[in-house]
């Protein structure tokens, strides 16, 4: 598989190192050089938060590219998805994994990450999101068209990270570095479906 974004200056949105390993990997090794965009607001704490981040920074040293931090803010995620929903904060968790909670979800964070790219010269937003098989392709790059719709100057790249050998990839690599992976996607709705369907 040969990489073709829609743009040469690239902001890779990475939700965390076992999604967005192989991405990296394969960009790097197709001479493109993406900066990483942490946005995860989802994260239902602070802590959790901080463990992803570190486990993507030393692997991001290797292959020289570098980690933008957004800020962390899970008080103004729940609020911004509740609102997108219509709903209060408490029903949240009636919404399925892959429903639309995780599409509003999206879009928030995608959101950010398109305003980023569009201030400080990015031409080009793409995102780890679309690596893991437990997210709604169509959803992410719904969300990602949209957080660039009011930005000419940035393109969205609906690349489906799964495809090109990256899905076993990103498994050998999780091994290989022995990376944290979680089971839950971040937010406290997802950790609660994630433990019920655990038992």
């Not at 001479?31 to 239902?44: A, D, E, R, V």
């Not at 437990?134 to 959803?139: A, I, T, V």
Request: include cysteine; glycine fraction near 8%; proline fraction near 5%.
């Amino acid at each position: 598989m040969t990489l073709n974004p829609p743009g040469q200056k690239i902001l890779l949105h990475v939700c965390c190192a076992p999604c967005s390993g192989a991405i990296i990997e394969k960009m790097v090794a197709d001479g493109l050089k993406p900066t990483l965009f942490w946005s995860n607001s989802n994260i239902c704490t602070a802590e959790e938060n901080a463990r992803r981040l570190e486990v993507l920074k030393p692997y991001a040293a290797e292959f020289g590219v570098p980690v933008v931090e957004d800020e962390y803010d899970h008080g103004k995620w729940l609020e911004y998805v509740s609102g997108e929903l219509s709903c209060g904060q408490a029903a949240l968790g009636s919404y399925p994994e892959r429903g639309e909670r995780c599409a509003a979800c999206f879009r928030f964070r995608l959101s950010r990450a398109a305003r980023y790219a569009a201030a400080e010269g990015f031409d080009c937003l793409t995102t780890s999101l679309a690596s893991s098989r437990w997210k709604s392709l169509e959803q992410v790059d719904d969300a990602g068209r949209r957080a660039v719709e009011q930005l000419p100057s940035v393109a969205y790249w609906a690349q489906n990270w799964r495809k090109g050998g990256l899905q076993p990839r990103r498994n050998e690599i999780i091994r290989e570095r022995n990376f944290y992976n979680q089971t839950f996607c971040g937010c406290e709705f997802s950790l609660s479906q994630s433990e019920n369907c655990n038992k």
